[in-house]
């Protein structure tokens, strides 16, 4: 008979997850240089590469909003991308703003989608004006674009 047959269903699992907690120190060391190898390989991408890897994930996380918006929420695709583009520009002239300010307009997003029955779609939006900020700020400091 297996050891495993020995125990209850309560002590097996107990030891499976302390077999799982508990690792060795060469696996810990393996799993640190693996993370650091992945954190190196984007840090010596160069600027532009990083730059389109930033516009890259913003476009993506806009198109998901547009595709929520047109399939999910059942909303004309002219008015989700009036809305995706008014986030942005929104995001864009706020840039320099404190963060209670841009706070104030993801909360406000927020309770208009509540009062027109569309709170799926304006969380969504907000999370565009997030990654809006998010990106241009990356890029400011990437020395890609200027600072108003």
Known sequence: MSEAKNHSPETSGIEEIQEFVVSSAKTRQERKKAEQASVS??????????SVAVLAVFVLIALAYVLIGILACKINPVVVCVILLIQVAIGVLLDQNPVWLHACVVIASVIAGICVDQTLLMVVAAVVYIAA????????????????
């Open 41 to 50: 390989a984007v840090a010596s991408w160069s600027r532009e590469k990083k």
């Open 133 to 148: 900020i998010v990106a241009l700020e990356m890029l400011q400091r990437m020395g890609m674009l200027k600072r108003a």
